[in-house]
């Protein structure tokens, strides 16, 4: 199984600062002949489901705001909330789906505001 | 607008049985596959079962294999979960999730339910 680790645990950012969580998997999610990370992000805040917000790990969600983005191949991800707003106070998560399905998650990263 | 809905979640004594049910709305449920998803208490999310969109092909988790059957009713718009020998590690919200794409397992998740609580206890 493959198995996804997120860092760090959780961070604190000012309002209006960049905040950067990390996801690495233990094989590649990369799909070469379709050049295509199977990769995910998504937001869940306190007595939500998560909702996505990137996909192909680079491509955002309809309507999700233009600050959130995801970049990475292979193994290594990332992904950056250009400039935090109070709303995106949440837990984060990446998942896999490059391998059997139903795919499996990080751990998650907890942002909030310093 | 896509809808899932969950129900069926409940307090049950270990070695119970419970069956869920996710009832679909606002697109072709039979071009979809459909997975559960689990969240302990202050945890992370496991994905425990997944069902193409036409049925035809189903994947558990090791957490769960040989316990859950994952099932579903196009003419209904409907996928069911059926928890048998449950234990306490399986106390969850457990939500079920629409794959992005259609045709495909190979999926991220684009709609979620808000959840149904499964809560194992004697």
């Known amino acids: 199984d493959i198995v996804m680790t997120q860092s760090p645990d959780s961070l604190a950012v000012s309002l209006g600062e960049r905040a950067t969580i990390n996801c690495k998997s233990s094989q590649s999610v990369l799909y070469s002949s379709k050049n295509k990370n199977y990769l995910a992000w998504y937001q869940q805040k306190p007595g939500q489901p998560p909702k996505l917000l990137i996909y192909w790990a680079s491509t955002r969600e309809s309507g999700v705001p233009d600050r959130f983005s995801g970049s990475g191949s292979g193994t290594d991800f990332t992904l950056t909330i250009s400039s935090l707003q109070a709303e995106d106070v949440a837990v984060y998560f990446c998942q896999q789906y490059f391998a059997t399905p139903p795919g499996t998650f990080g751990q998650g990263t907890r942002v909030e505001i310093k | 607008e896509v809808q899932l809905v969950e129900s069926g979640g409940d307090l049950v004594q270990p070695g119970g049985s419970l069956r869920l049910s996710c009832t679909a709305s606002?697109?072709?449920?039979?071009?979809?596959?459909v997975s559960w998803v689990r969240q302990a208490p202050g945890k992370g999310l496991e994905c425990v079962s997944a069902?193409?969109?036409?049925?035809?092909?189903?994947y558990y988790a090791d957490s769960v294999r040989g316990r859950f059957t994952i099932s579903r009713d196009n003419s209904k718009d409907t996928v069911y979960l059926q928890m048998n020998s449950l234990r306490a590690e399986d106390t969850a919200v457990y939500y079920c999730?629409?794959?992005?794409?259609?045709?495909?397992?190979?999926?991220?998740?684009?709609?979620w339910g808000q959840g149904t609580l499964v809560t194992v206890s004697s």
């Open positions: 999730a629409k794959v992005s794409e259609a045709a495909t397992l190979l999926s991220s998740f684009d709609c």
């Open positions: 606002g697109f072709t449920f039979h071009n979809y596959a």
């Open positions: 069902i193409s969109g036409s049925g035809g092909s189903t």
